[in-house]
């Protein structure tokens, strides 16, 4: 039990698109969901925190306006980014909380983005 | 704020052999999780080993253990029998609260190596 995918697993863009990920808990719901990015050889850095059927909450630093997050169902949560540059290319990884008393987040395999 | 320290960018370790990763933390709260994840070069995240701050009993999951020192607040993993497939970086990450949504610290992480 306890699985998250992402979808796609990798994407290339061009500069300026916008590009969507997909973040699904396949055999459980998840009320909250999180989004991070990691850096190569770096640690996750946590974007944001998705709840389902309301507004994102954005860490420090994180443009709203840029990384579009939507947690429409209980099983879904989506990161659009926005108008992406090459700056944005990283791995893109979610998780989900299962309701467990432990708090322990269960991860997606992630997705490499890559804008040229 | 709390903070997770992992003061060993790299490891490596003989197959068969013991290995201790370290992790320190700070916070001011009183209830909360730890956890040593996993992440091999697939880059999915895998939860390895957790511990309740309220339990004073170490937790383990077969060859993993920890060491959960509360006054010192420390947190290292153990890794017995090392096996090849052991390989990957370790992330000692914290939680506060029970039962409710709440967000994962992350250490920097320590890259592991088992070698023949």
């Known amino acids: 039990g306890a699985v998250v995918s992402q979808h796609p697993s990798r994407v290339i863009c061009k500069s300026g698109t916008s590009v969507k990920i997909e973040c699904r808990s396949l055999d459980f719901q998840a009320t909250t969901m999180f989004w991070y990015r990691q850096f190569p050889k770096k640690s996750l850095m946590l974007m944001a925190t998705s709840n389902e059927g309301s507004k994102a909450t954005y860490e420090q630093g994180v443009e709203k306006d840029k990384f579009l997050i939507n947690h429409a169902s209980l099983t879904l949560s989506t990161l659009t980014v926005t108008s992406a540059h090459p700056e944005d290319s990283s791995f893109y990884i979610c998780?989900?909380?299962?309701?467990?008393?432990?708090?322990?987040?269960?991860f997606g395999p992630g997705t490499r983005l890559t804008v040229l | 704020a709390q903070t997770v320290t992992q003061s060993q960018p790299e490891m490596s370790v003989q197959e068969a052999e013991t290995v201790t990763l370290s992790c320190t933390y700070d916070t001011s709260e009183s209830n909360y999780y730890l956890f040593w994840y996993k992440q091999p070069p697939s880059r999915q995240m895998i939860l390895v080993i957790r511990q309740e701050a309220y339990k004073q009993q170490n937790a383990t999951e077969n060859r993993f253990s920890v060491n959960f020192q509360k006054a010192a607040k420390s947190f290292s993993l153990k890794i017995s029998d090392s096996q090849l497939g052991d390989t990957a970086m370790y992330f000692c990450?914290?939680?506060?609260?029970?039962?409710?949504?709440?967000?994962?610290?992350f250490g920097t992480g320590t890259r592991l190596q088992v070698t023949l």
């Open positions: 990450a914290f939680t506060v609260g029970a039962g409710t949504a709440s967000k994962l610290t």
């Open positions: 998780s989900a909380i299962t309701g467990s008393p432990y708090n322990e987040q269960f």
